[in-house]
């Protein structure tokens, strides 16, 4: 990496700024730019277009701190004046109104004022990616800032800041603490049908924030009883407010409008207004998983409109979904097409009905099998709660899905029981649902934020029609992706696992890398294991805060003499390895290929208690392979049969022939794309010998791993 030619004076100001901070913290605000000076600053920016690009600062670990758990109505109301620095004020709220444009650095950074015209900047972090900075504070807004803390920001200067959503509450004007002073009198005027008419232009316009802000208001002056008789407008309005919770993904709210929408009445118009709230009730269940609910909304609108050929075509995707979800009868082939096309998604169910999550004796909860599984069945195939790619805008990519996973809990509070359930560093508590307080569910960030790290996965996406194209272990190249899946998150790690990973799109296929019985734990490898016991660790406890003790690990461990010999041995042989690309097995001659074969024998020595116990020796396999290749192109049937036996063994797998009849013990083996290679190797020399049944043998068990490390088949006809 290059080196930052600033970068030690950068860390002196850090230095300087964090001692002002910690000299400052608890005295009283002093006033520092004054409004004609913030104006200047808000109003000489270019507009925004679109959202910019931006560095999103992670908070350090001493800035974590918890949101607001309680409602305004048990808060003391604060001014500007008495905020202090460095501090937390608890117990209080403060109520400001955005008087300028604002705009997106690394937060959403506006120019606010309290009722006594004081004024200051407040940024705000943790909002929808895709949001521009006045859709999140448009101007003239007014706000609420929960137990408000001022802080001093990157750029040396004190603003508020706020980094949990609930800890900010963007007031309606009919909102009992909205001043009376910054009310704009032609919007309290407006009628529930003015609004209505108001919130249908912003659809119109596909400003879908903004026509939820007005069906919001219209339902807030509907008075029942002033519709006596006539056409109450609250089913229209939150009929429409149900679709325009739809565009901005907020699935149970659109669940709910829909529900209050619909009026069961029989005349023609109510009937046509009741099955497009049936229809919003399918989009938005469809789009929270639950398929059954979206199957049903859809049949109750045929009822209404049978010959309504969306609500068919959406009736047919919907009872695929189920399928999938009750019998993991996925089209791999199809499901690659539909990635290949649109990048990064699959439009499937996941199928996670043979395994459940449960606590374990030791390391917190587990993944178990509810099944028997054979080597290579489907063990699950699970959609993605959320993946983030790396773009031009964002190409660190695990910021964005830490921030969107907290904005989509707090658009779906039914998933944050399933977020919130994880793994966050801590023994479990029993999984509980985000608390709603004034309407929006308090997620802390801090903590989903660690769920994230602890629970994802980084994978690549593009690659999944190529050979091994579905296959995270084996893509070192960049740049990664990052998703989140909620059960496979349960798997505790094993560098000797009993499953492995891949991925379609935001599918994650995990399958039996041996025999599961009903009950028995399932684990999968969380890395590629490192071939020495000592860097394992390290990159296990550095991420994870663990130390594995899989059977190869603990083994590995009791015979802590012959580590230092063996690392040397392992560095020398990938050393040789890395030197010796195509070009020179191409042109390897008796002497380079002599020396290889010291290298192997050598660590075939430094191994052999991993080879007495049938374990794996992780450090091996590459020279083996090395030397594969470079019989195979010196077309030496006989060693090209003995090297690639050997690298079968380097992965733990011993064959035993009997006749033409093939049998591999897999008990303690690690399936990689070199045993599948190497099983290749053997079913070519087979095949030079003309013994055609045992070629066969020898494919089928390499289309068997295939299917393991890749998750499906595509592919192998390519590489082999
Ligand atoms: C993705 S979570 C796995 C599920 C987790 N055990 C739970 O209780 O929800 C990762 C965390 O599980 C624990 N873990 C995973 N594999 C482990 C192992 N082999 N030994 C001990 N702890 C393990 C570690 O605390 C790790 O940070």
Redesign the pocket.
Known sequence: MEEDPLAYHKSVLKDEMLARRLRQAGDLRRVSQSRKQLTKEFTNRPLPSCPETRQIARPVPEDFYRPCYLPPAHLKKILLKDLKFETHHRGSFLLLRVFCQPFRKSAVVAAIEDETRDVDRLVVYQTRESLRAFEVLPESSVVTIKEPFYHMEEDGRYALRVDHPSDMVVLDHFHKLYPEQWQNHEETQMTAMSWKLEGDRAVMGEEYLEAHRCYTSGLACVDPEAYEGMRNPMRDLCRSRSLADLHLSRYDASVLDAFKSISNRQDDRAKSEDAEAWFCRGRANYQLGHYANALHAYERMLMLAPTDLQCHQELDRTKKRLLEQREGAYDFAEMIEEVTKNGYFADRASFISKTE?RQ?Q?????LFATKDLRMGDLILCEKAFMTAHPNDRTPRSTVPVWLDSVQKVVDSPSQSKDLLG??A?QP?TSPISAPIMDGVPVVDTFRVSRILD??GFSYTVGRESHAYGTSAMMTRESPKSTGLWIRV??????CLSNAVRSFVGDMIILRAARDIKNGEEI?IS?QKPAPLLADRQKVLFDS???????LLCTSEASSVAKMHDLAEHVETSMAFVADRTLDTILAADSELIAMAEIVAEDLEEMYADNLMHRLPCLGMGDIWQWLCQTYCQNLNRSQLKRCAIKVLQSHGYWMTLQGSQLSIDLAHGIPTVAVVDALMYLAGVAEGEQQIELRREFEAWARRFYEIVNGNMTGFELKY
């Open positions: 999550a374990t030791d390391r917190g909860r587990g994880l793994y560093g479990h602890l629970n998150a349960n798997a505790n790690h094993a684990t969380y994870w805060r663990f130390q594995c003790n899989c």
